[in-house]
């Protein structure tokens, strides 16, 4: 049998909350950094951070500012 002619008879259930092939077996290990924990404390300090930019009219220099900050992060963690 084709793959294709197989693909198409299999429903595939999108609902299921496990990830296949998933190298973890129970949780990820400590310190990794997952993109939960990376949102839980970049959201927060995003949010206080244009919000203080707004209100002292300095939104462009704080872009400005971010930007330098994460482009040297993506340099030494190269």
Known sequence: MHWWKSSFREPIDFR?????????????PKGLLT???VLRFSIPALLVTSSLALAFDVVFETLIGITVLLTMTALIRR
Do not use: Q, V
């Not at 299921?16 to 990820?28: A, F, H, K, R, V």
């Open 35 to 37: 993109w939960p924990r």
């Open 16 to 28: 299921d909350d496990s990830m296949p092939g998933s190298p973890y077996l129970d949780e990820p």
